[in-house]
């Protein structure tokens, strides 16, 4: 069982910036390929960046490329969005996902709310 708690979320200006976190439980972080998803309000959950076990790999949706970064830090069992230059359209709740021998487990999600 792997457990996700997301922080970082928060109230912000366009233009601006958040970093969230994800904290994942367990002894096995290093094989968990890691994801960013998130969903506005009466829209069907998107993906938004996605970070392999290794680290080495990475992928963004179009709409953040270039704007948002992920990472992980294997010390810290975290894997991290640093989200810049944000969009009013950027504004939804954000859920953190790690896959593991092909079984998702999600996190509760954080709010990001980006005003003009």
């Known amino acids: 069982q792997v457990q996700l708690v997301e922080s970082g979320g928060g109230l912000v200006q366009a233009g601006g910036s958040l970093r969230l976190s994800c904290a994942a439980s367990?002894?096995?972080?290093?094989?968990?390929?890691m994801g960013w998803f998130r969903q506005a309000p009466e829209k069907e959950r998107e993906f938004v960046a996605a970070?392999?076990?290794?680290?080495?790999?990475?992928d963004y949706a179009d709409s953040v490329k270039g704007r948002f970064t992920i990472s992980r830090d294997y010390t810290k069992n975290t894997v991290s969005l640093q989200m810049d230059s944000l969009k009013l359209e950027d504004t939804a709740v954000y859920y953190c996902?790690?896959?593991?021998?092909?079984?998702?487990?999600w996190g509760r999600g954080t709010q990001v709310t980006v005003s003009s």
């Open positions: 367990g002894r096995t972080f290093r094989r968990y390929a």
């Open positions: 970070i392999s076990w290794s680290g080495l790999s990475t």
């Open positions: 996902k790690a896959t593991d021998l092909g079984i998702d487990y």
